[in-house]
């Protein structure tokens, strides 16, 4: 089978700013009038898997894999090591992204 490798277009110099911003977003509680991301975790099951989604307008120039792993550092920093061992989808998405998708279920 063929494998088409590509480059993602990952901003390296944001990141680390965004990751720091949004785990003090995070530990300030509720953001939702400053403008601050928003953070959706769903429980699949009573104690199974956990989605979480952070819905954030700075996400914009980031690649998908790089919202991934900030998101599971913000985690790291804010849930317990069982929570986090729980965590089988962790998304980044700007809110026209989660209107789009999520939003509409």
Not at 9 to 37: F, I, M, N, V, Y
């Amino acid at each position: 089978m063929p494998v088409k490798r590509i480059k993602s277009p990952r901003s390296e110099d944001t990141a680390p700013d965004l990751a720091a911003e949004l785990a003090a977003e995070r530990r300030a509680g509720d953001t939702s009038d400053t403008g601050g991301p928003d953070v959706i975790i769903e429980e699949i099951k009573d104690r199974g898997p956990l989605h979480v989604f952070v819905i954030w307008a700075k996400w914009e120039p980031l690649d998908h894999m790089t919202r991934s792993d900030l998101v599971m550092q913000a985690c790291d920093a804010a849930l317990s090591p069982a929570e986090l061992r729980r965590i089988t989808f962790a998304n980044g998405m700007t809110p026209l992204e989660y209107a789009n998708t999520l939003g509409n279920r």
